[in-house]
């Protein structure tokens, strides 16, 4: 048994803004000027955490320009590309805030939320999560197909997965805790956020379209991240395969008894047609059962080997007394 009691939140809390980044030079520069310029006006002490998740562009370079030209800037820099959440979860990991903010670089995700997000977490929440309102920028079909993910995985979960959000989300300390302690390789971080539970309250928000550069989450990924979501907190797959088996096999006896009663009349039963598409419907069905094991059992191959999630080559930071662990605490 894992407790994580809360504790009394301080009235000027440190802020730590985590950042995944990827190909991102050009977003850079004005996700920094926009995201200082929201904070200062907070007026509480931040980090801001950007880390790089292996990019193939000049991101690491401007990243280090940013610490060497702000102390409160912090570069995380991955050994190769881990992927958007194991990146995040590496920022998360060096996050050292009472409060912490995750949201992308292509701001997408307006700093100006973070306020409001700070105002329901001093009312009490211990997760505030931004629920879109309408997606800016985005074809119709990333609009579709990710209205009828949210949905979908709220059906096959026992998770009560809010619908149209992203890790755009800001967490108390103590939940970001809980969190951490789940070392699982296979992370769908925002479904994560909803199983250890804790006050969780929305934001409401338009998403804008990227300020530069293009998506990083092509089809292709998009349907490996949706099948990991599902695969990480469901079990119906498998069940889905076991009822699709069971009515595999009513539908070969009840034809199996119309064969043989076909045959029995003296009429001609055509041989191979009914042969062909008897063994393709069965292959089919134990190919099926057969990949849906193998994806849960990959997912335990990685489990049981233990690496770590990520690898850090470098941690890009400057000494400062405005984000030093002591004036932290001091705040």
């Known amino acids: 048994m894992t407790t994580y009691t809360p504790k009394q939140r301080p009235e000027h809390p440190f802020i730590s803004i985590v950042i995944p980044c990827y190909n991102e030079e050009e977003s850079l520069p004005h996700l920094y000027e926009r995201l200082t310029e929201v904070l200062d006006q907070v007026g509480e002490k931040y980090e801001i955490i950007l880390a790089n998740d292996g990019s193939r562009d000049n991101t690491g370079?401007?990243?280090?320009?940013?610490?060497?030209?702000?102390?409160?800037?912090?570069?995380?820099?991955?050994?190769?590309?881990?992927?958007?959440?194991?990146?995040?979860t590496a920022g998360l990991d060096h996050a050292r805030g009472d409060v912490i903010v995750m949201m992308d670089a292509d701001l997408q995700d307006p700093p100006e939320l973070v306020n409001e997000m700070l105002a329901?977490?001093?009312?009490?929440?211990?997760?505030?999560?931004?629920?879109?309102?309408?997606?800016?920028?985005?074809?119709?079909?990333?609009?579709?197909?990710?209205?009828?993910?949210?949905?979908?995985?709220r059906f096959l979960t026992k998770i009560d997965l809010p619908v149209d959000t992203g890790d755009f989300r800001l967490i108390d300390r103590v939940a970001l805790d809980a969190v951490l302690s789940l070392r699982e390789s296979n992370r769908f971080l925002r479904g994560m956020f909803v199983w250890v539970g804790f006050r969780q309250?929305?934001?409401?928000?338009?998403?804008?379209?990227r300020i530069a550069g293009e998506t990083h989450y092509p089809l292709r990924k998009m349907v490996r991240f949706a099948f990991d979501a599902i695969t990480s907190f469901s079990w119906v797959p498998l069940q889905f395969a076991v009822w699709l088996g069971l009515a595999a096999a009513t539908f070969s006896f009840f034809y199996g008894i119309n064969v043989v009663s076909t045959a029995m009349q003296g009429n001609t039963v055509p041989g191979w047609a009914s042969t062909v598409v008897t063994v393709l419907f069965l292959g089919s069905v134990q190919l099926i059962t057969i990949g849906l094991?193998?994806?849960?059992?990959?997912?335990v191959f990685d489990e049981v080997k233990g690496r770590p999630l990520y690898v850090v080559r470098e941690v890009a930071e400057r000494e400062s007394e405005n984000d030093s662990p002591e004036d932290k605490s001091q705040a």
């Open 120 to 153: 329901k977490w001093r009312e009490g929440a211990d997760v505030v999560y931004a629920q879109r309102e309408k997606r800016e920028g985005e074809t119709f079909f990333k609009k579709i197909t990710a209205a009828a993910f949210y949905r979908f995985m």
């Open 61 to 88: 370079l401007v990243i280090n320009d940013l610490v060497d030209k702000d102390a409160r800037i912090r570069g995380v820099h991955l050994s190769r590309n881990f992927g958007h959440q194991l990146c995040l």
């Open 201 to 209: 309250e929305p934001v409401k928000y338009v998403r804008q379209a």
């Open 293 to 299: 094991l193998g994806e849960y059992l990959g997912r």
